[in-house]
């Protein structure tokens, strides 16, 4: 089945977390590194997110610069790339930054379980896609995705949908800043989450490719060398 090329994006403490033991977002990268990011977002088609990262972070996810909004209008896009939410439940609050901030098409990825009448509210701001009967089925997303001209996505978190993107091998490479701190918590949102793999051999292996100094932390640059083994999955 055809799929956009999908790159994991994700900035984290040294020891590995992504956010606080309250599941608050923290300051982990600086100016380099944040304009990295909007460098990588101008370059894709669509950009997408799990429902808990909106409402945990509430984010824009738009091309902050204005010089890059313009090229991409140069172009004949918009001025975002296509923005998703994974959200099995329709559960994507309608005043939130990503429906509201920056022009461009949104989209909301729900399941069958979704409520109708929440479908209809979040309608009047994106577009509905369902696709899944318990939880979003991410392959006939990414399917669907193709279909609509998508042909690079860029994926901003949460743990849970890095899982379930990574653990039924739909990822391609991972760009991880890690930071100069320590965040700690046992409970702490990790870059991947999940059940987790449990045998060795099902465990996903990555190549080096990038490595470099930024900010007061390190770019890592990893393609994904295999596709990892079947296990329960997990989605918004």
Not at 61 to 86: F, H, M, Q, Y
Not at 159 to 183: F, K
Request: glycine residues 10%.
């Amino acid at each position: 089945m055809e799929r956009p090329f999908v790159f994991i994006n994700a900035a984290m403490s040294a020891d590995g977390k992504i956010s606080t033991v309250k599941g608050e977002q923290t300051r982990i990268s600086g100016k380099e590194d944040l304009d990295r990011v909007d460098s990588l977002r101008v370059e894709c088609d669509a950009i997408m997110v799990g429902i808990g990262t909106v409402l945990a972070d509430n984010p824009s996810l738009t091309v902050k610069s204005k010089k890059r909004r313009e090229e991409r209008k140069i172009a004949g896009e918009d001025e975002n790339p296509l923005r998703i939410v994974v959200d099995s439940m329709a559960r994507t609050p309608v005043d939130s930054e990503l429906l509201n901030k920056g022009e461009g098409k949104r989209m909301i990825a729900v399941s069958e379980r979704a409520i109708i009448e929440d479908m209809n509210k979040l309608g009047k701001k994106a577009e509905i896609l369902i696709c899944g009967r318990e939880e979003v089925d991410l392959k006939e997303l990414l399917y669907e995705l193709w279909l609509r001209g998508v042909r690079r996505l860029m994926v901003e978190g949460g743990a849970t949908l890095n899982w379930s993107l990574i653990s039924q091998g739909l990822v391609d490479e991972l760009y991880t800043y890690v930071g100069n701190m320590i965040i700690g918590g046992e409970t702490a949102p990790t870059l991947v989450d999940g059940v987790g793999f449990k045998d060795e051999d099902a465990m996903v292996k990555l190549e080096l490719l990038q490595m470099e100094k930024l900010d007061e932390g390190a770019l890592l640059r990893w393609r994904v060398l295999n596709k990892g083994g079947d296990v329960e999955n997990e989605t918004a």
